[in-house]
């Protein structure tokens, strides 16, 4: 049996603290999910150390969370995550923050009539799309379907279909094939 085929023996997490969990699931025990009770993963889905969620999240299948990212924007925001999607190492997904106008502190732990303006909303990652290293994704935008966003990007508005984005802030340079990917998800069942 070859390195890669050899099934993981780590420690993980109770996936039983979940809303819902699908089959052929390793998350990492060194994952933090502050609501548990918000979070549905999907079939063939992996998500490695250090990865932190404070979100409600939608996880699809054939899905990969890699190490260190970081979700948030609490429990009044969502990331939906579809099938055959990648998140790489070190990523940052802002479904909600601070406007940080002034409006008031920007600290959570300021009492509510004190706390600035709040945008919580969604972050959506489209099936077959993927983003890079270190990425930064603002809140309410949308991955379009096998879009890419390439490492150290800024994502502040949805992406186009099919389309390889890069920069700060991110900007379109690529038509992305699609052909290969579409057959082998029929292939699948999808």
């Known amino acids: 049996m070859s390195d890669q085929s050899k099934p993981i023996k780590s420690a993980q997490y109770d996936t039983t603290l979940l809303k819902g969990c699908g089959e052929d699931v390793f998350v990492s025990a060194n994952v933090e999910i502050r609501r548990p009770h918000l979070v549905t993963l999907g079939s063939h889905v992996a998500i490695d150390s250090g990865v932190y969620i404070t979100t409600a999240a939608q996880i699809g299948d054939y899905t990969h969370l890699s190490p260190y990212i970081t979700v948030i924007g ?10 055959f999607v990648t998140i790489a190492a070190g990523s940052r997904l802002i479904c909600g923050s601070d406007q940080f106008m002034g409006d008031g502190f920007t600290s959570v732990t300021a009492p509510e009539q004190y706390r600035d303006t709040v945008d919580f909303g969604t972050i959506r990652c489209a ?3 993927g983003i890079g290293t270190n990425v930064v994704v603002m809140p309410n935008v949308t991955i379009a379907e096998g879009s890419v966003v390439g490492a150290c990007s800024l994502v ?25 990917m579409l057959e082998y998800a029929k292939q699948l069942g999808y």
């Not at 925001?77 to 579809?82: A, D, K, Q, R």
């Not at 502040?156 to 290969?180: H, N, Q, S």
Request: hydrophobic share 35%; net charge positive; aromatic share 8%.
């Open 156 to 180: 502040t508005k949805d992406t186009e279909p099919w389309t390889i984005y890069v920069g700060v802030p991110a900007r379109p340079i690529k038509i992305r094939p699609r052909a290969k």
């Open 74 to 83: 609490g429990a009044q925001s969502t990331l939906i995550v579809e099938d």
């Open 127 to 129: 099936r077959f799309s």
